[in-house]
């Protein structure tokens, strides 16, 4: 069976992993760079800054148990932080904070090692032909012909691909909405005296903060916050530039911490589809039809756990299909 995956991102390559621990080829496509997804650090001359996902948690025993072979390995630590609630200054309910190391997208491509991921490949027409899906890169070249598709974009992109193939599963992706977030690393000329590692704010533009030297295996100068707008701010103010959401993000964080920074760089990323908030919860982990699947964080729950489990899910059914096609063809 010919099985294409697209994105790299924690749910593409769990279930790339799940798949080859059953002995089955997959390729994985990905339009970014390098693996990771919403997983990644920014390469930037200051060193590598964690912009998108900040922690993940471990709630189930499956995920847990691949937490203590990473953290094996030396690619997963617990951030012990102690995250306030700005300005009340409340203590953020007490968790086991993980963080990938040296920084984030450290995982994917640990996850990534040994598969065959094709970055810089955007995957940007499918289309359904008598001897498979066909998949066509953004110059209507072909990306090849296989037999099952597992889709793991964000819901609106997942959407778009699949409108025309396969119009039934492009309706649940259209129920996940997705919501923004503006996210600024902020280079300090020096550190900062607070004394707090990193916050929820309550009120404002800003609704996490946090110190990335705070992190384990992270440098501790140059001092670097990433700042993450709300979704809301992040949602009525999407066009704007780069430099003005690094200006105003950084002037509301001087407001929250009553200082003003002298500031070296402000580094800003716009995530058009951060958070998975209306997630489909599906409890199977994963949405199918005929032979094409979508999983990710908005299938299950909008966080990266969840999109672990939601593409481990997917590559479970995808194997078991293959094995009771082998089956009615034996017979
Ligand atoms: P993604 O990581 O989005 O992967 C999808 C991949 O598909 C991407 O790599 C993309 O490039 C690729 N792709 C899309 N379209 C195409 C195409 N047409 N062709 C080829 N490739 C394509 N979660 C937490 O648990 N804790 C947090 O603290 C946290 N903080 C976050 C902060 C921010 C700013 C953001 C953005 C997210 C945060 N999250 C957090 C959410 C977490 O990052 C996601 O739940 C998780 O990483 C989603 O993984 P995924 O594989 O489902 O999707
Ligand atoms: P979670 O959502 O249960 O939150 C984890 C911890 O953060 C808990 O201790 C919780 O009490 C605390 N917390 C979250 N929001 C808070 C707030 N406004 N005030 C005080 N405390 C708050 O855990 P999770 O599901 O593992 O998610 C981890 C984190 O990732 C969450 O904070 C979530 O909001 C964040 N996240 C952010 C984005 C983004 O786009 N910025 C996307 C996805 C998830």
């Given at each position: 069976m010919r099985i294409a995956i697209i994105g790299a991102g924690i749910a593409g390559l769990s279930a790339g992993r799940a798949l080859q621990a059953a002995g089955i080829d997959s390729v994985v496509f990905d339009k970014g760079r390098g693996p990771g997804g919403r997983m990644v650090s920014k390469r930037t001359e200051y060193g590598a800054i964690?912009?998108?996902?900040q922690y993940f948690t471990a709630r189930d025993g499956e995920f847990r148990a691949a937490v203590d072979e990473w953290q094996s390995a030396g690619v997963v630590a617990p951030w012990p932080v102690n995250p306030l609630v700005l300005p009340e200054r409340q203590p953020a309910r007490p968790e086991t904070r993980l963080v990938a190391v040296p920084r984030m997208s450290a995982l994917a491509r640990h996850l990534a090692d040994g598969l065959d991921v094709q970055s810089g490949?955007?995957?940007s027409e499918i289309t359904r032909e008598l001897s498979g899906w066909v998949l066509s890169g953004r110059h209507g070249e072909s990306l090849g012909e296989f037999d099952a598709l597992l889709l793991t974009a964000p819901a609106p992109q997942t959407q778009s691909l699949l409108a025309e193939p396969c119009p039934r599963l492009a309706a649940r992706a259209a129920a996940s909405r997705m919501q923004p977030c503006w996210s600024v690393g902020l280079v300090l000329e020096r550190p900062l005296?607070?004394?707090?590692?990193a916050g929820f704010?309550?009120?404002?533009?800003?609704g996490w903060v946090a110190r990335s030297?705070?992190?384990?295996?992270?440098?501790?100068?140059p001092e670097i916050w990433t700042l993450h707008a709300t979704a809301a701010w992040s949602e009525a103010n999407i066009e704007w530039s780069p430099e003005a959401v690094g200006e105003y993000l950084s002037t509301a964080f001087a407001e929250l911490i009553r200082q003003t920074p002298l500031v070296t760089a402000r580094i800003a990323h716009r995530w058009r589809f951060a958070r998975a908030r209306g997630a489909l919860a599906e409890s199977v982990g994963y949405l199918e039809h005929e032979d094409v699947l979508c999983a990710g964080d908005w299938v299950t729950d909008g966080r990266v756990e969840g999109a672990w489990r939601s593409g481990r899910a997917a590559a479970r059914r995808l194997v078991n299909r293959l094995m009771e096609r082998s089956g009615q063809g034996g017979g």
């Open positions: 964690d912009l998108g996902a490949i955007q995957v005296e607070v004394d707090f590692d704010p309550s009120s404002g533009p800003l030297g705070s992190r384990p295996d992270r440098p501790h100068l």
